[in-house]
């Protein structure tokens, strides 16, 4: 998954299987990456954020089981009043190039609408 946010901040740690191993492998408590995890991120940001999230449906990630824990950021952007989530699911995209040359014209133009907004827009 790929992440914007109006402030021009990239979220791209997530709860990931590999990283969390990779986190546990290295000696690092659960609490330490807690602070790097998205969703813990989206759950409890108190700050109104717009996010444009865009995920494959043939993503490696995915298959067999949701290594990304697609569906517990959704969830949690959804609980939360101060996010404003763009989520776009293409079936037809796997991880690779091809989906991210698709989609990468539509981020920039998010990142500049959100990053040249004025407070009156």
Not at 23 to 40: H, I, P, S, Y
Not at 48 to 64: A, F, I, R, T
Not at 102 to 107: N, V
């Amino acid at each position: 998954m790929y992440f914007v946010v109006d402030d021009g901040v990239h979220i791209v740690l997530c709860a990931c299987v590999c990283v969390l191993a990779s986190f546990v492998a290295d000696g690092v408590c659960r609490n330490t990456w807690k602070e790097w995890d998205v969703n813990e991120l989206v759950g409890g940001c108190c700050k109104s954020l717009n996010l444009l999230v865009s995920q494959g449906g043939k993503d490696e990630y995915l298959v067999p089981e949701d290594q990304l824990f697609v569906e517990e950021f959704v969830e949690r952007a959804k609980e939360n009043n101060a996010i404003d989530l763009q989520y776009e699911y293409h079936e037809e995209f796997g991880h690779g190039y091809f989906f991210l040359s698709t989609f990468i014209e539509q981020h920039i133009s998010f990142h500049k609408y959100h990053l040249t907004k004025s407070d009156e827009d």
